[in-house]
Every structure is written in structure tokens, then in C-alpha cells.
């Protein structure tokens, strides 16, 4: 697993590395069936994880006025396995190592959910309904 840390002084990289070695460990000693490729703490979060996804749109903050909600970490599916980008706002003094702890079990927890649950179809139950029952019927006639 390799972890990048983009931000703060060489002292402050040191720490966040140590942290998330930790959390390495964590997952090697319950022996989880997930593949972490890489951590990366990203100077910029929203850029890296359109960069990783390959999109435009990708926007941590989302929502309008006191009910937006800011993004703090993501799991992104790439050719290795996952990486979990985490947002250089977890490392500020609004959050303490507990707080990172349960973010890092989180993403942990949306990795083993999407290898384990499948996903679901976004697609329209009516159009879907619809589609199959003209193929259905063209097929019968």
C-alpha cells in the first residue's frame, strides 16, 4: 500500500504517515479481503478525485447553506484496487485522531460494501419494464 501525503511541513508528513501505517496494520491483522492500493492525502481534494475518476464534476461540498454537507474522504475504484483520497480538512484542529480513526474505518466500510454487495441499476424501473416487455413481446410474435 502506498501512502502520499501532500501537505504540511516534514515533520507534520512523518505524523500523518505514521497514523495511516497504523491503519495499514489494522487491516493486515483482521486479515481483510480488500485491496487499499493507495492512501493519499491530496492538497487539493476535489481535483484528485476527479483525477482519479476521470470526471469534471466531482465536488466535495455539496448541498445549499446549513444543510450542505463537505466531503471529507472517498474511496475511488482504480486499476489496482482502491484508493482512499482523504481531504487536508481531517488535519486541521477541528479533528482529532479519533475523529480520522472512524473516517478511515468508514471508507474501510464502503470498500468491503462494494466489493460485496453488488451494485444497483440506476436505470429507470419503468423504462426497464417497458424495454423488456416489447422485447418480450417482438420475440413471441
Known amino acids: ?3 502520499i501525503v501532500e ?3 516534514d515533520d507534520q508528513r512523518r505524523q500523518i504517515r505514521e ?3 497504523l491503519f495499514s496494520d489494522i487491516i493486515q491483522e483482521l486479515k ?3 485491496k487499499i492500493s493507495q492512501i493519499l492525502v491530496a492538497s487539493n481534494f476535489d481535483k484528485t478525485v476527479n483525477e ?3 470526471t469534471k464534476n466531482y465536488r466535495s461540498t455539496r448541498g445549499i447553506s446549513s444543510s450542505s454537507i463537505t466531503a471529507v474522504a472517498k474511496i475511488v475504484d482504480i486499476d ?3 484508493a482512499i483520497v482523504i481531504s487536508p480538512l481531517l488535519f486541521t484542529e477541528e479533528h482529532d485522531s479519533q475523529t480520522r480513526c472512524f473516517v478511515y474505518l468508514h471508507e474501510m466500510a464502503h470498500i468491503i460494501n462494494k466489493q460485496k454487495v453488488p451494485s444497483l441499476s440506476d436505470e429507470s424501473l ?3 419494464t417497458y424495454s423488456h416487455g416489447m422485447v418480450h ?3 413471441t410474435l
Open 1 to 3: 500500500m502506498e501512502i
Open 7 to 9: 501537505i504540511g511541513t
Open 19 to 21: 497514523e495511516l501505517y
Open 32 to 34: 481483510l479481503p480488500i
Open 52 to 54: 482519479l475518476q476521470n
Open 80 to 82: 489496482d484496487g482502491f
Open 126 to 128: 419503468t423504462i426497464k
Open 137 to 139: 413481446n417482438r420475440l
